[in-house]
């Protein structure tokens, strides 16, 4: 139909995405020891907390999202909007 998707994400460094995160879930009341915490994040590539997801293995959502059919991934670099809106291209 000539109509396309563009997937434009864009991806923390794991480790500042880790320790944003992990202060967040304490302050959600999760409290498990840091070491833990990023174990179970990096040995699955996922982490899961009650009905919430994160996502931790990149190349994993890359591989999953380029086998659709007419669409595009972008993705980018969080820490270089220095402030600036998420606009595309």
Known sequence: MGKSVVF???LRNQI???ESLYQEMLGHGF???YRIFVDAALG???LRMKEWEF???YSRIAAGLSVLPDSEVVFRNYH???GRSATYR
């Open 16 to 18: 500042f995405y880790l």
């Open 8 to 10: 434009l994400i864009y």
């Open 44 to 46: 699955s590539g996922t």
């Open 55 to 57: 996502h931790f293995d």
């Open 80 to 82: 270089a909007l220095d």
């Open 31 to 33: 409290g498990e020891e």
